[in-house]
């Protein structure tokens, strides 16, 4: 008889970005709704923070499970703290490279599965990796559901738990963390208002770690491995072209370039298609010439993807006005993968003058985008200026923002190459600028353009020399490449002369998004 070998029906492992939508979707099913910190862009900024402290749980191919959790200086960790400002308002923002405990967010459990242990093997997988870590062990806020009915008895919190702890009374999430080792330190009051059962106070849990040494030496974050990114940014003249397959050549052109010189990105300026107005028979209205650039869309797109596919390089395709199945024009950037995938970012602000010549109505999200070189975000232009969005994608993980712009005039250009460097000093990424220069004299709305793209970094010991890693001269054709090093923004967020991100005051501030990112 032939043996014949089932695969496994459960499975603990790493969450990745590509899980985002699956553990959203079992957050709403347990909670009813997107829980703080468990919207997809928290989620996003989670994974992309620690990948290794997250967990999953499948059970035949299904998420049933999942733990979120990231390292923290015990100072942080045992100190007294609530969940918004130890979590980073959800995002793990708060984690630390060089923490020596592991925080728990939360563990998630769909409740339909019974008898499969899920939560358990989450936090088993959580104790393996503190053992691995050699950390000194995990610490939590948890839950005591079962004080509401007993406050009457037990005002205090406190003799609530101690009154479980002796035995006299039961909370089943008490028990259960009493059972798998932890042991409470204290209660954490005030620690999540959403959780009314508990009086929004939490147990503030802990448990050891045995294998740890019983006195560690911190460990700094070290530079030993390097994970670069060569990034190109596109300086374009602005030119008449005779046909739309002329522009493709011509942008064909610059993609072949970078790619010769292993650029993994390249970036093009913010309405750049504007290009193709030139070829038009009569001379077009503003409102006239975006609506005849929304009939290039599906072409622009296709033969977009085929030149990433082609030369093996993710193209930041400037920006391109595209009419939304709502009827609305957008403008529109798309990221055009070597993998084949396309993603769109709308822009989140048009200028006043895009609303009043071109009708163009502004974007309703914006979120990191993956890419096998890790999260990335697009700022178009004006949303440089815009320093909410910047963070969010950082608290997302995004270590790299393109920004491609368009601007007539010094003044305009040095407003967005301004706030950009800024968003790279606060957000302690790197920003890539591109824009066009030139003119087109029968495109309304185009007369002139100004330019000086630039690849522009945190201001560090780190980083280069006042910022800037390359950048293009004023008002001419080019392409400037760089290598970026993604391990020194780690280390200056750890180990840097400031910590903008670090340093936030969640305890007095935070921006809360309408769609709870």
């Not at 035949?60 to 733990?67: H, L, M, N, P, T």
């Not at 994970?227 to 030119?239: D, F, G, K, L, N």
Request: hydrophobic letters at 35%; aromatic letters at 10%.
């Amino acid at each position: 008889m032939t043996s014949q070998r089932n695969k496994a029906s459960v499975v603990v492992r790493n969450a990745t970005l590509a899980d985002v939508e699956k553990i959203a979707a079992l957050v709403i099913k347990v909670y009813g709704r997107p829980a703080d910190g468990y919207t997809p862009g928290m989620l996003r900024g989670q994974i992309s923070a620690f990948p290794e402290g997250q967990f999953l749980v499948e059970y035949d191919g299904e998420v049933v499970g999942y733990a979120a959790s990231f390292l923290i200086a015990e100072e942080l960790g045992l100190s007294p703290h609530n969940w918004i400002v130890i979590t980073g308002n959800g995002y793990a923002a708060r984690h630390d490279p060089n923490g020596d405990w592991l925080y728990g967010m939360e563990v998630c459990v769909d409740p339909d599965i019974r008898r499969t242990r899920i939560g358990q093997r989450l936090y088993d997988a959580r104790k393996q990796l503190c053992e691995n870590l050699e950390l000194k062990g995990i610490v939590f806020g948890g839950r005591m559901p079962g004080w509401r009915r007993k406050r009457k008895i037990y005002p205090d919190p406190a003799d609530y738990v101690a009154a479980v702890q002796a035995q006299k009374i039961t909370d089943p999430v008490i028990r259960y963390h009493l059972r798998a080792g932890f042991e409470p330190i204290g209660v954490l009051r005030n620690y999540l208002d959403e959780d009314t059962d508990s009086g929004g106070h939490a147990t503030h849990m802990v448990w050891r770690n045995p294998y740890a040494e019983e006195v560690k030496q911190p460990q700094k974050l070290t530079q030993q491995v390097k994970e670069s990114v060569r990034v190109a940014t596109v300086q374009v003249q602005m030119r008449a072209v005779k046909s739309f397959e002329e522009f493709i050549s011509n942008v064909e052109y610059f993609v072949d370039v970078c790619s010769d010189r292993r650029a993994d990105f390249v970036v093009f300026p913010e309405l750049f298609t504007l290009q193709l107005l030139a070829f038009e028979k009569r001379k077009l209205s503003p409102a006239e010439s975006i609506e005849a650039l929304t009939r290039y869309t599906p072409r622009f797109i296709e033969d977009m993807r085929n030149l990433a596919i082609s030369y093996n390089i993710n193209i930041i395709g400037g920006s391109h006005p595209t009419r939304t199945d709502d009827g609305d024009i957008q403008n529109v950037a798309y990221v055009f993968l070597r993998d084949g995938s396309v993603h769109a970012q709308e822009k989140i602000h048009p200028t006043p003058d895009e609303r009043h010549w071109w009708n163009i109505q502004g974007g309703d999200s914006v979120d990191v985008i993956p890419t096998d070189c890790g999260p990335i975000g697009v700022l178009i232009c004006y949303d440089s200026e815009f320093p909410e969005l910047a963070r969010r994608l950082t608290d997302e993980g995004a270590r790299i923002l393109f920004t491609p712009f368009c601007t007539d005039s010094r003044q305009g250009y040095l407003r967005v190459r301004y706030c950009c460097h800024a968003r790279c000093i606060e957000n302690q990424l790197y920003v890539v600028t591109s824009g066009c220069t030139g003119n087109l004299p029968n495109v309304e709305n185009m007369d002139i353009n100004y330019a000086q793209s630039a690849i522009l970094t945190p201001c560090d010991y780190p980083f280069a020399r006042e910022g800037i890693a390359a950048e293009i001269a004023e008002n001419v054709e080019a392409v400037v490449m760089a290598d970026l090093d993604l391990t020194d923004l780690s280390f200056a967020r750890s180990e840097g002369t400031v910590r903008n991100l670090r340093d936030r005051r969640f305890d007095l501030y935070r921006v809360k998004w309408n769609d709870g990112g």
